[in-house]
């Protein structure tokens, strides 16, 4: 064996440092593994009526071939009412979308190191705190009579009838400011990533054409963040269907119930609630297919716009 493949040998040799990050990537793998792509094997189920008392012994389950597909189409006016309710929240999240970018841009003009990281803690500390405390913090400033109600019935002389919690008629948009409060400061992480990468030089030059600060975020900052931005609203659109489900969840309510009601939340109380285990796993099914098309969808279309793709 000569010098050359013993010294090749030797590079290819991993420090302890890289075998522990491998041992976490590979729970991290594990975990994506075993919560989304083992549950596909129980997309069979939704080719029978199951019942959970015979276990996976499918000679006992009845075998109903796409009935449970064909019941989203008998059942299509709650469908329809439950997508409308998921397509809207997800576009307003949408809407939303260049905020995060904004927001990083923001975070980037500050000069002052100790405010920066003040700042940015803040922001993102939100996506860290649990759905359940959000609501707790939420139940007691807007609630019927919560601060919120205090506060306007002390300015006002009026007593608040409804609160914000129990409104189906602010449903949408204070579930959406509520939801870019929670997740702003976290998706920003990225921007701010993508401005340290800009090249300095691109600044310098402008400077010494005669441009101010605003001129130089207009023409070099946002220019630069555009492809960034593209790839993650085009991801964005591809999981429409995807509104979430925890947060919902948690902020269900009878009064606010034909708003709230989305595609997740659905397919979960039809399974957990009702026991409809198959059709649950067909409406899941539905939503994954979509999402996919989706996908591809914003894939090709990437390929055209930017000439290359997404995925």
Same mark, same amino acid.
């Given at each position: ?70 019941? *989203? ?221 989706? *996908? ?16």
């Amino acid at each position: 064996m000569n010098a050359q493949s013993i010294s090749s040998k030797r590079r290819k040799r991993l420090t302890k440092e890289q075998w522990l990050l491998l041992a976490i990537a590979a729970g991290f793998m594990a975990y994506i593994f075993a919560f989304n792509y083992v549950p596909i094997a129980g997309w069979i189920l939704s080719f029978f009526k199951y019942k959970p008392s015979y276990g996976l012994d499918f000679s006992n389950q009845v075998f109903v071939g796409l009935d449970n597909f064909a019941k *989203l189409w008998r059942e299509r006016d709650e469908l329809i009412r439950v997508l409308k309710n998921t397509i809207i929240l997800s576009s307003l999240s949408l809407l939303c979308s260049p905020l995060p970018m904004l927001l990083a841009i923001m975070f980037s003009e500050i000069k002052n190191k100790t405010f920066l990281r003040v700042a940015q803690t803040v922001t993102t500390f939100p996506n860290f705190i649990s759905w359940i405390i959000i609501y707790g913090v939420c139940f007691t400033v807007f609630s019927n009579n919560g601060v919120w109600a205090k506060l306007s019935y002390f300015f006002t002389g009026k007593k608040q009838v409804m609160g914000f919690l129990s409104n189906p008629d602010t449903a949408y948009v204070f579930h959406t400011l509520l939801e870019q409060w929670k997740v702003l400061g976290w998706n920003s992480i990225i921007y701010c990533a993508a401005i340290a990468g800009i090249d300095a030089s691109l600044y310098e030059a402008a400077q010494i054409d005669g441009a101010n600060r605003i001129m130089q975020i207009w023409h070099i900052t946002i220019p630069e963040l555009m492809n960034t931005f593209l790839v993650l609203f085009l991801l964005s659109i591809s999981s429409l269907l995807s509104s979430g489900f925890d947060h919902y969840f948690v902020f269900y309510n009878p009064m606010v119930a034909d708003k709230l009601l989305v595609l997740d939340l659905w397919t979960y109380r039809l399974g957990i609630s009702q026991g409809d285990y198959s059709f649950s796993i067909a409406a899941g099914i539905m939503r994954t297919m979509v999402s996919l098309v989706l *996908l591809f969808s914003m894939n090709a279309i990437s390929r055209k716009v930017r000439g290359n793709t997404i995925v």
